[in-house]
């Protein structure tokens, strides 16, 4: 099981139709198992990204 340790939560909102119905919508956060000293964990793309510089 690979360790959580980014602490980033989906974001939620609304999506509005040319109506301005609203319908309640969640933006997910870009997760990806990577292998960092040998121990897998849980983290962002982003936070990916910034580990590889």
Do not use: C, Y
Request: aromatic share 0%; hydrophobic share 25%.
């Amino acid at each position: 099981m690979a360790k959580k340790v980014t602490t980033k939560k989906p974001l939620t909102g609304n999506k509005r139709s040319h109506a301005l119905n609203a319908t309640k919508t969640k933006q997910k956060p870009n997760i990806q198992k990577k292998t960092i000293n040998g121990n897998k964990v849980r983290i962002s793309a982003r936070e990916a990204r910034t580990l590889d510089k």
